[in-house]
């Protein structure tokens, strides 16, 4: 059975992605309260108890709001690294300590035939992380909250079957937009979020034939839309002679209040 996976929620106000392969669940990041996290994984079919972890990215509230209330009721274990675990533990509320665990950014940690791998982002949190995951076979990688896609990004998440890419704002509609300069600032800079040019230009440098699947994830719901953030990304791939349509890449939506359908790593044959 291959890995799959429903980005539950994705954007400013929230953002939850669970991954499941052979019956284990993994929720990373639950930034919509318990209750709306339970809710939107019933609409795909999967119970609160099913889970078995859930693995934190970092400590802003838009992908811990839920954490602690979910942890407490379901008695999960929650893995985070050392300094996000500091910036939290705060917020989550009273937890178990061996429910709290540390997971070193850059270490593999393995739930059941599930593998996970950290590494580090540029994002203003304390210690922020990107995940990869591995069924054996395949590998989907998660990348958002990023203020620029360094060298070493781009070496973690290639060769991934899917990529779930940060694609959070047109430069111009932010520039443009009601936003104080100082917020203005902070998105655009290297520890804030990825515009959709930089995930345009990301993507050319890291898609190879193994890709068959991109999701544009966390959307300013005020300096983006989705179609634009599609265009201007294709239009970077072609300029560059990367047809999606020739490589079988495809661009996919995700939603600030409704989540993706399943889907499954590695192409049918």
């Known amino acids: ?41 019933e609409e795909r079919g999967v119970k609160g108890e099913e889970l ?19 942890a407490r009721k379901h008695d999960l274990p929650v893995y985070a690294n050392e300094k996000t675990w500091e910036a939290l533990h705060k917020h989550l509320g009273e937890l178990a300590e061996e429910k709290m665990v540390v997971m070193e950014t850059g270490s593999v940690v393995e739930f059941g035939s599930l593998q996970v791998e950290s590494y580090a982002i540029s994002h203003d949190a304390a210690e922020p992380v990107g995940y990869c995951f591995f069924d054996g076979e395949h590998k989907l ?85 989705m179609d634009l953030a599609k265009l201007t990304v294709n239009n970077l791939l072609e300029d560059r002679g990367i047809h999606a349509d020739e490589r079988k890449v495809e661009l996919k939506d995700t939603y600030f209040d409704r989540p993706t359908r399943w889907d499954r790593l590695g192409r049918e044959s």
């Open 141 to 225: 990688s998660l990348a958002t909250d990023l203020g620029y896609v360094s060298g070493k990004v781009k070496e973690k998440i290639a060769d991934s079957d899917a990529i779930i890419l940060e694609s959070n704002h047109d430069i111009e509609m932010l520039r443009m937009g009601r936003y104080p300069w100082n917020i203005k600032r902070r998105i655009l800079g290297d520890t804030g979020h990825l515009s959709n040019e930089a995930a345009g230009e990301a993507l050319c440098d890291i898609l190879t034939g193994q890709t068959e699947t991109v999701y544009l994830a966390h959307l300013s719901r005020d300096h983006n839309m």
């Open 1 to 41: 059975m291959t890995l799959r996976y429903t980005i539950l929620a994705s954007g400013s106000t929230g953002n939850s992605l669970l991954v499941d392969h052979e019956g284990t669940k993994v929720l990373v990041d639950a930034g919509l309260s318990a209750k709306k996290i339970e809710q939107l994984m």
């Open 52 to 70: 078995d972890a859930i693995l934190i990215t970092h400590e802003h509230s838009d992908h811990i709001k839920g954490v602690g209330a979910l």
